[in-house]
C-alpha cells in the first residue's frame, strides 16, 4: 500500500510539473493580450481628448472684438501664432509696433533692379526711417533697430526691407552669388538668435506656450507600457542579443524623446525599435503579438497625428480672438468695417501680414466700396486705374503705406508682395537645386565675402547706398533657370493658398 501511494504521488508531481510550464505560458498569452487591448483603448482615449480640445478651439470665439485684435501688441500676436517658434518675420510685427509709436518712420520705394527684373519679386520695398530715440522702447525692439541699422541700414538711419531678401531668380544659379547669399543668411540666423534671446529675456511670454497633456500622457505613459509589453514578448523565449540591443536602443531613444518632446523623430525612432524586437523575437502567441504590434502602429500614427505645442490658459482667449480674426479677415476686409479710417484700414492690413494672410486679405476685399468713403483721398485713389507695377504714386495719406501699396496694385495677386517676399526662402532652395542640376556644389566656404560684394555692386544698376553685406548683390546674365522658375512659381501659389 505504501509503494502505491510512493507511485501515485511521483506520478502526480510528474503530471503537476509538465501542466506548470504550459499554464504558465498561457497565462503570460493572456496577460499580454488583455494588456495590449487595453492599450489600444488608451490611445483612443487620447484621440480622442486632443479631438475635443480641437472642437472647443475651434468652435470659440473670444471675448476681444476685432478692433481689440487690430490695436495689440503686433509681436504679441505673432508669438501667439506661431506658438512661441520667433522667425525672420516676426521682425515685420516689431517693426510695426515701432512705426505705431512714431520711432520708425516707413514709405514704399522701388526695390533694388535685381528684383525689379525677377518676375517673381517685387518691383517695391518698404523703407524704414529712425525718426525718434528709443529711450521709450523696449529692450529686444531697441536690439532689433541696432542690429537691422547697424548691419543693413545707411549712414542716414535708414532700412530697406529687402536687405533680408534672398537671391533674385537669375542670382539663384550662380554659384559664386548664392555662395554670397549662403553667408547672409547664417548672418541674419544669428542677429535672429540674438533678438529671440532678448525677447526672451525681456518679455515674460515663456509661461504663454505649453506641452499639450495628451502629448505627455502618450510619450510619458503610453510608451513606456508597450516597452514592457514587448519585452515580456521577447521573454517568453530566450531573450537573444538582437532583442536585447532593440529593447535597449529602444529605452534610450524613449529617454531622449522625453527630454525633447516636442521633436517626432526620437519617439517614432524608438517605436520602430520595438517592432524590430519584436520581428527578431518570432513569439508563438500570434494574437498576443498582433495586438502589440497593432497598438505600437496605432501609438506612432497617434503621434503624428498629435500637436506638439498649445497655448496656455493665460493667453487663450487672446488666442482664439485672434484665429477668429483670422478666418474672418482671410475672406477680406468685411463690407461694414470698409467706413473706417485710412489709419483703422491700415492696422487692418498690418495684422494681416502678421497673421500670414497679407495678400490674401486685400486680394480678396471689395475695395470698390471706398468710393462711398468720407475721406476724398481715399476716393480719389480708389477711382485712379490700378497699377500693374512700380511705386505707388504721391498721397497725403502718409501713415498708411500698406493701404496705398495695395490699393495701387489691388488687382494683382500678391498686392503686398512688398512686404512678404524678403521673408521668402523659395529663391535658396532654387539655387540648391540650380546647383545640383549644373553639377556645382552645395556646400560653400566661410571665407570673406568682400570680393563676392565688390562684384555684386560693379554688376548692379544702383548705385552704392551703402547697405552693407545683406543688400548688395549683382544681376549676373542670363541662364537656364526655367525649371527653377516653374518650381518657384507653384511653390509661391501654395504658400499662398
Not at 523696449?138 to 533680408?164: C, H, M, P, V
Not at 549683382?474 to 525649371?483: A, I, L, N, R, Y
Request: glycine share 8%; hydrophobic share 40%.
Amino acid at each position: 500500500m505504501k509503494q502505491f501511494l510512493l507511485s501515485f504521488a511521483s506520478t502526480a508531481d510528474v503530471q503537476h510539473a509538465a501542466n506548470v510550464p504550459e499554464q504558465t505560458a498561457v497565462l503570460h498569452d493572456d496577460w499580454i493580450q488583455h494588456a495590449g487591448v487595453q492599450l489600444m483603448w488608451l490611445l483612443l482615449a487620447v484621440f480622442v481628448l486632443q479631438l475635443i480640445i480641437w472642437i472647443r478651439a475651434r468652435l470659440s470665439r473670444g471675448t476681444y472684438s476685432d478692433e481689440e485684435v487690430e490695436r495689440a501688441d503686433p509681436l504679441y500676436l505673432a508669438y501667439l501664432h506661431s506658438k512661441g517658434r520667433i522667425k525672420l518675420r516676426d521682425t515685420l510685427a516689431s517693426l510695426f509696433a515701432l512705426t505705431r509709436i512714431g520711432v520708425l518712420s516707413v514709405r514704399i520705394e522701388q526695390a533694388k533692379s535685381r528684383y525689379r527684373e525677377d518676375k517673381y519679386a517685387p518691383d517695391a520695398t518698404l523703407e524704414y526711417r529712425h525718426e525718434r530715440p528709443t529711450a521709450e522702447v523696449t529692450a529686444d525692439e531697441r536690439e532689433l533697430i541696432q542690429w537691422l541699422l547697424k548691419d543693413y541700414g545707411t549712414a542716414n538711419r535708414k532700412f530697406r526691407l529687402d536687405a533680408l531678401a534672398g537671391p533674385s531668380s537669375k542670382q539663384s544659379s550662380e554659384s559664386e552669388e548664392m555662395q554670397h547669399y549662403r553667408r547672409k543668411e547664417k548672418a541674419l540666423g544669428q542677429g535672429l538668435q540674438r533678438w529671440t534671446t532678448r525677447i526672451r529675456e525681456n518679455r515674460d511670454w515663456e509661461g504663454l506656450v505649453r506641452t499639450p497633456i495628451p502629448l505627455r500622457l502618450l510619450v510619458g505613459i503610453v510608451f513606456p507600457l508597450l516597452w514592457i509589453l514587448t519585452g515580456a514578448l521577447c521573454l517568453l523565449d530566450d531573450l537573444s542579443i538582437g532583442e536585447g540591443i532593440s529593447l535597449g536602443g529602444a529605452l534610450l531613444m524613449w529617454l531622449f524623446a522625453w527630454r525633447r518632446i516636442r521633436v517626432r523623430w526620437p519617439f517614432h525612432t524608438a517605436g520602430v525599435g520595438l517592432l524590430i524586437a519584436i520581428t527578431l523575437a518570432e513569439p508563438s502567441d500570434s494574437s498576443g503579438t498582433g495586438v502589440v504590434i497593432l497598438a505600437i502602429m496605432l501609438t506612432l500614427l497617434v503621434r503624428l497625428l498629435l500637436p506638439v505645442r498649445e497655448i496656455a490658459p493665460a493667453a487663450r482667449d487672446w488666442a482664439v480672438s485672434m484665429n477668429r480674426w483670422r478666418r474672418r479677415y482671410k475672406k477680406g476686409i468685411p463690407a461694414d468695417r470698409m467706413a473706417e479710417p485710412a489709419e483703422t484700414l491700415e492696422r487692418m492690413l498690418q495684422t494681416a501680414l502678421v497673421l500670414w494672410i497679407g495678400s490674401q486679405c486685400a486680394r480678396k476685399t471689395n475695395w470698390s466700396l471706398l468710393q462711398d468713403h468720407a475721406d476724398p483721398e481715399l476716393r480719389r485713389m480708389v477711382q485712379l486705374k490700378s497699377g500693374k507695377t512700380g511705386v505707388p504714386p504721391d498721397s497725403t495719406l502718409l501713415q498708411a503705406p500698406l493701404l496705398r501699396l495695395t490699393l495701387h496694385l489691388r488687382e494683382e495677386y500678391r498686392p503686398l508682395l512688398a512686404a512678404e517676399y524678403p521673408y521668402e526662402r523659395l529663391n535658396y532652395i532654387a539655387g540648391s537645386l540650380e546647383s545640383g542640376s549644373y553639377g556645382g556644389s552645395s556646400v560653400y566656404s566661410d571665407s570673406s565675402d568682400t570680393n563676392s560684394k565688390r562684384h555684386s555692386r560693379d554688376q548692379d544698376g544702383d548705385p552704392p547706398d551703402g547697405y552693407g553685406h545683406g543688400t548688395d548683390g549683382g544681376d549676373p546674365g542670363s541662364g537656364g533657370d526655367s525649371g527653377v522658375a516653374e518650381i518657384r512659381c507653384i511653390a509661391q501659389f501654395s504658400i499662398e493658398k
